[in-house]
């Protein structure tokens, strides 16, 4: 009933930017937070940055002046600008969102399929 499409992903040199999107489609009353999540091979999935519906964002520290989470309501779709990016930003990204099909009614957690995000050293 609810599906997210990431975009944005490639390969990109050390100190450059990316923009990732994920578009929110189905049976929407409202969406509550969004986040963008990470994961390094052999790694867990690691938390890098929410965003409230309000559009309050809070960041993991490592990424804190370098990446810029966003909302746009209207289009039911959170991006993530990414700039100096490091070879440690090197990870799977996905998307997260909290869904409600009516007022208090929410889906199970949503996730994305992940794009990938490669910074080359």
């Known amino acids: 009933q609810v599906q997210l499409v990431e975009s944005g992903g490639g390969l990109v040199q050390a100190g450059g930017s990316l923009r990732l999107s994920c578009a929110v489609s189905?049976?929407?009353?409202?969406?509550?937070?969004m986040a963008w999540y990470r994961q390094a091979p052999e790694k867990q999935r690691e938390l890098v940055a929410s965003?409230?519906?309000?559009?309050?964002?809070n960041y993991v520290d490592s990424v804190k002046g370098r990446f810029t989470i966003s909302r746009d309501n209207a289009k039911n779709t959170v991006y993530l600008q990414m700039n100096s990016l490091k070879a440690e930003d090197t990870a799977v990204y996905y998307c997260?969102?909290?869904?409600?099909?009516?007022?208090?009614?929410?889906?199970?957690?949503?996730w994305g399929q992940g794009t990938q995000v490669t910074v080359s050293s």
């Open positions: 965003i409230t519906s309000g559009g309050s964002p």
């Open positions: 189905g049976r929407i009353f409202s969406i509550n937070d």
């Open positions: 997260y969102a909290k869904v409600a099909k009516f007022r208090g009614i929410y889906y199970p957690d949503s």
